[in-house]
């Protein structure tokens, strides 16, 4: 049986591990960020890059949002293989498993969030065919209208949270929706 002074050191004792658990994680989470943007500053593609760190492309572009003058400056190597090392041991000692300091996404979000992103680049594509007609026909109007609507459909598209699954599906339903009506002005001659 435990006193409620054992229970206590081992709720403190918890809340302490968890924090250290946390801090390891975002110690992680920044290192990823660090290296996708220094390999994408040497010129990487997203997809080698994603290849190179064994993540996803979807993680890559989510770590190619953060601005790299807000991010903080790197930690030590040592320090992340201590601290790493620290929450392995103290795992079996804790007794429970902590869950990761931030979820990942699920599966289903992520599968949603590409099939948006690849909806909006087919409607670039289609803005793409309409800015070449204007632009052989002469019409630098009509050439910068699309221009401005290919721009601001994008900002739109990454405003919307990467967690907000059913943003996602109203997006891509719009996305495919836009693409049906163009597809008339785009196949033809």
């Given at each position: 049986m435990t006193t409620s002074s054992q229970r206590t050191h081992l709720r403190t004792g918890y809340e302490q591990f968890a924090r250290v658990q946390e801090q390891v994680e975002?110690?992680?989470?920044?290192?990823?960020?660090?290296?996708v943007h220094e390999m994408r500053s040497r010129g990487f593609s997203t997809r080698?890059?994603?290849?190179?760190?064994?993540?996803?492309?979807s993680t890559v572009s989510r770590a190619l949002q953060v601005d790299p003058s807000r991010i903080p400056a790197r930690a030590s190597r040592d320090a992340l293989?201590?601290?790493?090392a620290l929450v392995r041991e103290l795992t079996p000692i804790v007794g429970v498993t902590l869950p990761n300091a931030a979820p990942a996404a699920k599966p289903s979000e992520v599968v949603t969030f590409d099939v948006m992103r690849e909806a909006l680049t087919t409607v670039k594509g289609d803005?793409?065919?309409?800015?070449?007609?204007?632009?052989?026909?002469?019409?630098?109007?009509?050439?910068?209208r699309i221009i401005n609507a290919t721009v601001e459909l994008g900002?739109?598209?990454?405003?919307?949270?990467?967690?907000?699954?059913?943003?996602?599906?109203?997006m891509t339903k719009e996305l495919r929706e836009m693409h049906a009506a163009m597809r008339d002005l785009t196949d033809a001659a």
């Open positions: 975002k110690a992680k989470q920044l290192e990823l960020i660090h290296d080698a890059t994603a290849e190179a760190l064994g993540a996803s492309k293989d201590v601290a790493a803005y793409a065919v309409l800015q070449r007609r204007a632009r052989e026909a002469g019409d630098l109007e009509e050439r910068q900002r739109r598209v990454d405003a919307i949270d990467p967690r907000d699954q059913p943003a996602q599906l109203a």
